[in-house]
């Protein structure tokens, strides 16, 4: 016995070195197998961002394939970088303040609902007279008001449906944004008729579409082209202009832009800084789709400016 365990013996250092140099491949291998795991993990990581990528790329890659100009201006907290929406009461007045320059000096001029008279300063080569009923004092809280709102200038108080004016005294009767607060506008619109003399202009404006104003007066939404059509005919009146202001693009940017007021007043909350960034995109949107319009003006417009003159032998 004493020779095999005195082979085990002398074996044993030699037993012992390989048992060390196994071990140690074992760390070797284990090591490498966590570098192994932490590169898989690595490119789960890269894989998810690619997906994410994926996901997001439809929106940046068309961003980062514009100037950098137009960069600049989405990524900008600026509304005012885009015009689209801005320019309803600007081409109302301009519309407004031309077909008055064209009538014919000494005409009698009846504003009817003309509020604060905002069109009077183009009347000077006209007799103008002012109606309104001068009750609207913003006092409601509902809608959008115009504290301050002054009747001073107002040469007749009285219901627009009864003006105490003879029939056919005025040479042209302008109605500006005024309906949508009548709660009956066909009624008005008989009255300015009458006071009408033949062959005399009734020019009006009326929202198409409108959000709630000068409440509690305000009746109607707005009124379309049809509108016009119908009651125009039966009443007597000839179409001489019938024009749109605006679209439906610039309508939907005029509300885009009311986005970060509504936000405040009807969910107590602030834009952040990524929707801030959406308005802007959708105003980049509806300004290029404006630019493109063929005709939507039909669907939705900021309303309708128009001329007609009342048949008959002036």
């Not at 140690?24 to 966590?34: F, K, S, T, V, Y």
């Not at 192994?36 to 929106?59: C, F, G, K, T, Y």
């Not at 001029?109 to 913003?138: F, P, R, T």
């Not at 693009?249 to 960034?277: H, P």
Request: hydrophobic share 40%; charged share 25%.
């Amino acid at each position: 016995m004493a020779g095999p365990f005195r082979s085990l013996v002398d074996r044993l250092p030699a037993l012992f070195g390989s048992t060390q140099r196994l071990q140690a491949r074992n760390d070797e291998l284990e090591g490498q197998i966590a570098v192994l795991n932490a590169q898989v993990a690595r490119l789960s990581n890269v894989e998810a961002e690619l997906n994410r990528w994926r996901e997001v790329e439809p929106i940046v890659k068309p961003l980062l394939e514009l100037s950098p100009a137009e960069r600049l201006k989405i990524l900008s907290t600026d509304r005012g970088q885009y015009e689209v929406g801005t320019q309803n009461s600007q081409i109302r007045d301009v519309w407004v303040a031309k077909v008055l320059a064209d009538l014919p000096r000494g005409w009698r001029l009846l504003d009817a609902g003309a509020g604060e008279c905002q069109y009077k300063k183009h009347c000077g080569h006209l007799a103008y007279v002012a109606q309104d009923i001068a009750v609207y004092d913003a006092s409601n809280r509902v809608g959008f008001q115009n504290p301050g709102w002054s009747f001073s200038q107002i040469d007749i108080i009285c219901d627009i449906i009864k003006i105490p004016e003879p029939d056919a005294s005025f040479d042209a009767v302008l109605c500006t944004e005024v309906f949508e607060h009548l709660p009956d506008t066909v009624r008005a619109l008989e009255e300015l008729v009458r006071l009408l003399k033949p062959g005399g202009m009734l020019i009006t404006t009326a929202p198409f579409w409108s959000m709630t104003h000068q409440a509690p007066f305000h009746f109607a939404t707005g009124f379309n082209r049809f509108f016009y059509e119908h009651h125009y005919e039966r009443l007597g009146l000839d179409i001489v202009e019938l024009t749109p202001n605006g679209n439906y693009f610039e309508s939907v940017g005029q509300e885009v832009r009311r986005l970060t007021e509504m936000a405040q007043t009807f969910t107590g909350t602030k834009l952040d800084g990524y929707e801030i960034y959406a308005v802007q995109m959708v105003l980049a949107l509806v300004q290029r789709l404006s630019a493109l319009d063929r005709g939507s003006d039909a669907m939705l417009n900021h309303d309708l400016q128009i001329r007609a003159v009342k048949r008959g032998i002036a």
